[in-house]
């Protein structure tokens, strides 16, 4: 159960803490036409995420093998004692691995993911919030945002609808959740892109000068 808290903390504290510090630079730079400045340095956060995703992954996963290589080695192999047995005192730094690597490394690989798609989106659209304001060029949060929701609400599929007692059962619960989301996300970003989008917005090219005229349609 902790795993799930952790995935959907993370990423919701992750949202909230980008939308804010987006906030935080709208009072350094009020004009839209500043705003190109304003998401680009959004880019620090999304760089910061991956390099404490690097260090902790790396890190975590490093320790991790070591800890439980040598406990395995010198407990089951040269003793015979069997794996985290209290008898081994390497089973204390094979139980601290496993918790670096599984939960602050796995937790800062997808904080790192998630904050980078979202930022490399902001700075993309940067340019809409010239010409439709400042809830189009938010759209990407309000993307993510969904989609933590979607998943929210997909995940009892899996802990109580149809939960896994064997494992055959895995493939098709994670095709089930993966059908699921689907279907619920694709309803719930169009109804984001009508709230959010207006019904025409121009969007510069990211080389060059050409300006497109899109719709949300």
């Known amino acids: 159960d902790g795993i799930p808290f952790l995935g959907f903390a993370l ?14 630079f709208r009072v350094h730079y009020p004009s839209a036409k500043e705003w190109i400045l304003l998401t680009e340095s959004i880019t620090g956060y999304g760089l ?6 690097m260090f902790g992954r790396v890190g975590g996963g490093i320790y991790t093998k070591a800890a439980d290589v040598g406990a395995d080695l010198v407990g089951k192999v040269v003793h015979g004692i069997p794996e985290d047995d209290p008898r081994n005192p390497a089973t204390i730094a094979d139980n601290v691995g496993d918790n670096v690597g599984d939960v602050a490394g796995m937790g800062s690989d997808l904080f ?19 010409s439709s304001g400042w809830d189009a060029m938010v759209f990407p949060i309000a993307v993510s945002g969904v989609g933590i ?24 619960a994670l ?17 984001a892109a009508i709230k959010f ?17 899109l719709t949300p349609f």
């Open 48 to 53: 910061g995420g991956s390099v404490i995703a």
């Open 112 to 130: 790192g993911s998630f904050a980078e798609s979202t930022c490399a989106a902001l700075v993309i659209g940067s340019s809409i919030g010239v």
């Open 175 to 191: 095709k089930v959740q993966l059908i699921s989301t689907t279907i619920l996300m694709i309803p719930s970003v169009y109804y």
């Open 11 to 24: 990423c919701g504290l992750g949202m909230l803490m980008l939308y804010g510090t987006m906030l935080v």
């Open 149 to 172: 929701f979607v998943c929210l609400i997909c995940s009892f599929i899996a802990t109580h609808i149809k939960p896994v007692k064997a494992e055959a059962d895995v493939e098709s």
């Open 197 to 213: 989008l207006p019904d025409e917005f121009e969007l510069k090219s990211t080389i060059g000068e050409e300006t497109l005229t």
